[in-house]
T-cell receptor, first 113, second 114 residues
Framework: GESVGLHLPTLSVQEGDNSIINCAYS??????FIWYKQESGKGPQFIID?????DKRQGQRVTVLLNKTVKHLSLQIAATQPGDSAVYFC????????????FGIGTKLQVIP | GAVVSQHPSWVICKSGTSVKIECRSL??????MFWYRQFPKQSLMLMAT?????????EQGVEKDKFLINHASLTLSTLTVTSAHPEDSSFYIC??????????FGQGTRLTVV
């Protein structure tokens, strides 16, 4: 079936550097994407979202890029901090009467002090 | 953002018993609540979707007689794991939303079946 997936299970980044987490999705009909951060033992926390009519959206220290041609999504974190260490999931919010969020595999970001 | 609270945060139960997990939207009315299960080092897998006042819609492969979901009010949904077995040990997470707004997640419930 349709899925949202990640290629890199673990990413180690030096504190202060920029991080880029990638995600591929397979449902070409997806029109809304979300990045979540999950710390150990906690529920997912919303970071940033983007609709399919956009290719870039910026938040505070984070930027999401969407390439619909190759069905690729990325999350860029500027000046990565130790508090950014977590697992990051991209998710697709499907169309339909309700917003069913489908999560990708996840990437563990380790920030090296 | 809106607050979604799960209770308990963790629970240990004996094999064969049932355990109920509550999901509450504290400051908004949730027309839809979702239940997810997450095994260690894996992603969240949607189990079911519940709309207030109607039967839950289960994802393929999820046993509805084993995972009973009740969404009796706009602020509360419950997931009951019946006749729990060790393989049901997992992290259960709910999310809630009002209409087409952003879904807010609970902090999760760690279930351990011994």
């Amino acid at each position: 079936g349709e899925s949202v997936g990640l290629h890199l299970p673990t990413l180690s980044v030096q504190e202060g550097d920029n991080s880029i987490i990638n995600c591929a999705y397979s449902n070409s009909a997806s029109d809304y994407f979300i990045w979540y951060k999950q710390e150990s033992g906690k529920g997912p926390q919303f970071i940033i979202d983007i609709r399919s009519n956009m290719d870039k959206r910026q938040g505070q220290r984070v930027t999401v890029l969407l390439n619909k041609t190759v069905k690729h999504l990325s999350l860029q974190i500027a000046a990565t901090q130790p508090g950014d260490s977590a697992v990051y999931f991209c998710a697709e919010n499907g169309s339909g009467g309700y917003q069913k969020v489908t999560f990708g595999i996840g990437t563990k970001l380790q920030v090296i002090p | 953002g809106a607050v979604v609270s799960q209770h308990p945060s963790w629970v240990i139960c004996k094999s064969g018993t049932s355990v109920k997990i509550e999901c509450r939207s504290l400051d908004f009315q949730a027309t839809t609540m979702f239940w997810y299960r997450q095994f260690p080092k894996q992603s969240l897998m949607l189990m079911a979707t519940s709309n207030e006042g109607s039967k839950a819609t289960y994802e393929q492969g999820v046993e509805k007689d084993k995972f009973l979901i009740n969404h009796a009010s706009l602020t509360l949904s419950t997931l009951t794991v019946t006749s729990a077995h060790p393989e049901d040990s997992s992290f259960y997470i709910c999310s809630a939303q009002y209409g087409n707004t952003e879904a807010f997640f609970g902090q999760g419930t760690r279930l351990t079946v011994v």
